[in-house]
């Protein structure tokens, strides 16, 4: 019983993402945004696939309330962007998958928000400040954690797929010179092999 509230407990605290795009597919985020706050979205992109050793790339779009487009980026395999809200409203990012790959996408990605009130300003308060400060610092770690993550599982999967053609490369080797030592042998025989003319 304990373990498991330990373990709820653990989950509670993590606030990363994780999304699983499919071939052809997009996943799109909404926040609600006041005037001046600052939205922040880190991600990485990865593969579930071990023997999947590409370099995967997604587009990534943050949009306003009226729809237009703030942030656009392309063919890209991880970011760190941020904007600040000019309306209130509801702005949209979206994660798209639909013209680069035909395989599944592991996006896991980080959303920051800093709401603006005047608390931000050091000399207005300072121990709001360094609350929301060591917050700010608390969440950048986390990002880079689940950043280093995902990028050890991709460079990962591309040691493994370079040691297993490794491997059968000198496998087709050894039989190669297997092959070419006993032609040899048999040559060499049947070179110096003495014949007699009756």
Known sequence: MKFNVFWLFVLALVNAHTVLLPPYGKQCFFEMLKQNDVLSTTFQVGSRDPNNADQLTVDFLISDPRHRIERSL????????TIKA??????????????YSRADLEVSFNVHGVIYYDALDANANSLDYSILRLKQLTNDVKAEQNY????ERTHRNTAESTNSRVKWWSLFQI????????????????FFEVRSVV
């Open 175 to 190: 039989i190669m010179v297997a092959m070419n030592c006993l032609f040899q042998i048999y040559y060499l025989r049947r």
């Open 74 to 81: 392309t063919n890209i395999d991880h970011g760190d962007e």
């Open 148 to 151: 280093l993550v995902i990028r």
């Open 86 to 99: 000019s309306m209130d409203g509801k702005y949209q990012y979206c994660f798209s998958n639909e013209k």
